[in-house]
């Protein structure tokens, strides 16, 4: 895979560790969902990382002070359906008054194309740094699908934020989209003929919701 300055490979022990539990076909839907959002949080949090700071007047009970804090840099968190659902309340924790938009979009089995039945976004959400979450970044049609209807609503502020990527799915979604941040757990070795990423976790949302 080549090497592209959009995307952010975490090589951190507690998100990999999380990521190989996830990995293995013992592990249940109640742990499935509890790590995906752990490692949303996690990853939320380095995420953000670059978020903008402002000066701050206060009085702490000795003194006054200058403290910094986050300026009002304005969030919308989006999970594309299903399966973002599971790492939105792990983000949510760090951020718990980010606006919140849902796209829905599901893989035809045959083509893999991402097909549409949902997308509710905050109205403002042209004036937002929109992180959007999926765990599986496959083929990318999903990831470049959710990026190009926040796009149509002006908003060219965008991260993409995944557990598990094949190389294939970060190159459509990096050359598709070079403005957008990719940020992944890991990069595994390649997709499958069904689309599925090799050695992966499964399908995510099955996993998660319990609809094997
Ligand atoms: C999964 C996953 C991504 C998509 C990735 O969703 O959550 O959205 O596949 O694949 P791609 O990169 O090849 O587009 P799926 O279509 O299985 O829907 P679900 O989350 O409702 O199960
Ligand atoms: N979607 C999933 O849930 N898993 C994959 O491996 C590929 C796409």
Redesign the pocket.
């Known amino acids: 895979m080549e090497n592209y300055t959009n995307v952010t490979v975490f090589d951190h022990p507690l998100i990999t560790h999380k990521l190989s539990i996830l990995r293995d076909i013992n592990t249940g839907s109640k742990q499935f969902r509890e790590l995906v959002g752990e490692i949303g949080m996690l990853m939320g949090y380095e995420v953000m990382r670059d978020l903008p700071m402002e000066d701050v007047e206060i009085e702490t009970p000795i003194t006054k002070a200058t403290v910094k804090m986050i300026s009002g840099k304005k969030l919308a968190l989006v999970p594309?359906?299903?399966?973002?659902l599971g790492m939105l309340d792990g983000v949510l924790s760090l951020v718990p008054s980010a606006k919140i938009g849902h796209i829905?979009?599901?893989?035809d089995h045959e083509t893999?194309?991402?097909k549409e039945y949902f997308c509710k976004l905050p109205e403002d959400i042209a004036h937002r740094q929109v992180i959007l979450l999926?765990?599986?970044?496959?083929?990318?049609?999903?990831?470049?699908?959710?990026v190009d209807f926040i796009k149509a609503r002006g908003c060219n502020n965008i991260k993409f934020v995944s557990i598990l990527a094949?190389p294939?799915?970060i190159e459509?979604?990096a050359k598709t989209h070079p403005d957008v941040q990719i940020y992944t757990g890991g990069v595994d070795e390649k997709?499958n003929d069904k689309?599925y990423i090799v050695p992966g976790l499964g399908?995510?949302?099955?996993r998660?919701?319990g609809?094997l």
Not at 139 to 144: N, Q, R
């Open positions: 594309i359906l299903r399966a973002g829905g979009l599901y893989r893999l194309e991402p999926d765990p599986m970044l496959a083929t990318g049609g999903s990831g470049c699908a959710a094949a294939e799915g459509r979604l997709l689309g399908d995510a949302g099955d998660l919701f609809t």
